[in-house]
Every structure is written in structure tokens, then in C-alpha cells.
């Protein structure tokens, strides 16, 4: 299963709260999906005349993230008197592994009804891979950090606080130049339909200016995918693989690499961002 966040339905049960029986601490509880999530549900608006309830839940990084139809939470309110439950619900929020947000409100369920077939949204023609599925590689010797430079462009986090970026203060006589090539391997091979490298996110040094990408697939087969040229002002470059008739329909690719041949700032410096990947969902 690939890494993404792509939930069909929310669900959030009321459950029933009888006198002197235990609701727990938090109004909101984790369900069997979220009960490894960090749970930062709140009650707010205490001693307000209206109040929220907040279901929130976190995915930690060293778990898989959610897919398919779940119940991610139960509500529990205790009522002090007999009442027509119309409690409304105002907002479902949740963010995907590519930081795409689904903004729509799921089925709530009523004590003791269960979930019934619903309405599927259509699947996207493309997923986004994340850190789980590539491996990063390249000349670490010319990095800042090293290696430990390569997993920073496929962290999921585009700041400036995640840069790779070649060796600081460095000076011709140290031998260390663009051109800068980076090799991404796929734990598995993949249709891949395009991938964007992405600028670092500040108007400062380093910036790309020129680039080289080349594809290989699984025997080994070189694809050269040519030169891109980058504006400083420019926050990413993408190759749409079909646009590479060269690459049969349908092919899987084991490695795409990227020579960062060019900086704005010359030959001495380079600070990438981060570099996606999505790949055909074979779901279509």
C-alpha cells in the first residue's frame, strides 16, 4: 500500500453516556484506525454558552498512514436531561502525505446504527510517493551533511529548515563543483507520470538553473529526458513523463536521475528543496 492519505469517509459515532458510568478524560476517543495517533482532541469553549468538541488525531511518521473507509473517532457527551439530539457537525479536516487537504463532512452515525454502503469519491489518477518508496543517492562528498543530505529531498517537508545542499564556504581550490548528480531508486518499479523538483522556498543562494534527467527502467534502459532551464523566481521545474515518447506506455521505471548541472549563484553552490514523484494508480 503506498503511503497516502486517502480516507472515503469520516465517521463519528455518538455513543450513549449513562449516569455514573466512565466517559474517559478526552470528550473525543481514538477508534482500532487511530489508536496509535497522537490524540489532541479538545473540549472548547468551556463555561462559554456554546462550546466545541474537536476530534483531532496525528499520524506519528513510523506508521502506516490511513486508507478506505474508517471510523476515526467516537464522541461521547453526557446529556443532563432528555433531549432531541441535533447537535451539528461544522467541519472534517484531514491532510494527505502530498499536504492536500479533503475538506468535507462524513456520515454520523446514531447510537447503534452502523456504516451502510456510501457514495465513493472518484479515485485520483495519480499517487504521490513518498520517503517509504525511494531511495536517495548521489556524490555525498560534495554535500553539506553527507549523505544524511539525500532523505532531506524526499522528507515531505519543503522549508528552508530541509535543504540538501553542496558544502559551504567552499572555493575552487577544494575540488568540489556542480555538476551535482542524484540518483532516486524505486523499492518498486513504477508507471511514473511526472515528478517536480522544487526550488528552495527563499529568494537567496543556490538557487536552480539548470538541470538534467534521465529515467531507466527495469533492464536497465536509459531514457534521456533533457534539459531544463530555471528561472530564480521559479518555485519548481516538473517533467510530465508523457510527454517522452521514447518511454513505451505502461513502463516501469526503477530510477530517475538528476544532474543539477547550474546554480543562479555559480558553480559553488546549490540548496534543492525537495524532489516528488507520482506514479499511476493502478486503481483506474
Known sequence: MRSILNLKLIQIIVKECLEGSFCGERIADYTASTENRLNYSILAGIDNEKQR????????????TLEGTSTLATIKIKAKKDLEFDIPTTRALL?????????????????????????QPEEPKELLLTARDIVVSGEADKMQDGAEAFPR???????????AELKWSITEADGISLPLEVDFSFNSP?????????????????????????????GGNEYDLGEKEVISTDKSVTYHLSEYTQIPDGKKLAKVKIIFEESHSG?????????????????N
Open 267 to 283: 558553480p559553488l553552490m546549490l540548496s534543492v528543496s525537495e524532489v516528488q514523484f507520482w506514479e499511476r494508480n493502478v486503481a
Open 153 to 163: 529531498l524526499i522528507d515531505g517537508e519543503i522549508s528552508e529548515s530541509s535543504l
Open 53 to 64: 468538541s474537536m476530534a483531532a488525531f496525528s499520524n506519528k511518521s513510523s506508521l502506516e
Open 95 to 119: 491532510l494527505n502525505t502530498s499536504f492536500a487537504t479533503i475538506d468535507k463532512i462524513g456520515h454520523v452515525l446514531k447510537p447503534g446504527e452502523e456504516p451502510g454502503e456510501v457514495e
Open 190 to 218: 513504477a508507471v511514473l507520470t511526472r515528478f517536480e523538483v522544487l526550488n528552495r522556498p527563499l529568494y537567496t543562494n543556490g538557487k536552480i538553473k539548470v538541470l538534467r534527467a534521465k529515467a531507466y527502467d527495469e
